[in-house]
């Protein structure tokens, strides 16, 4: 399973990003896996941002993003999105993509999302 991140930016307060994350080795609607992006900001610990299960029905936020960010995906192209509005400083960070059963099991490289004036 290899997971593919792209979309990294610099961008400033306000503004939008899309990020997405080509999966190659598993179908995305395979069952009892779930689909997630997870942030570490410099300096801290790894942080949840979304999560979407494999139906694609069932997406979870993060109260730091929740109202701002969308987390999506296309199965023909077995991609996984996370569209990201209105941008904070806040959310600067390495954004990751992440097969889980429970616990992330496979990850993607990282792609630096900045924010900043």
């Known amino acids: 399973v290899q997971l593919q991140e792209s979309g990294p930016g610099l961008v400033k307060p306000s503004q939008t990003l899309a990020l997405s994350c080509t999966v190659s080795g598993v179908p995305l609607t395979t069952s009892y896996y779930v689909w997630s992006w997870i942030r570490q900001p410099p300096g801290k610990g790894l942080e949840w941002v979304s999560t979407?299960?494999?139906?694609?029905?069932?997406?979870y936020y993060a109260d730091s993003v929740k109202g701002r960010f969308t987390i999506s995906r296309d199965n023909a192209k077995n991609t996984l999105y996370l569209q990201m509005n209105s941008l904070k400083p806040e959310d600067t960070a390495v954004y990751y993509c992440?097969?889980?059963?429970?616990?992330?099991?496979?990850w993607g490289q990282g792609t630096q999302v900045t924010v900043s004036l």
């Open positions: 979407i299960n494999n139906d694609g029905v069932n997406r």
């Open positions: 992440t097969k889980e059963i429970g616990t992330p099991t496979d």
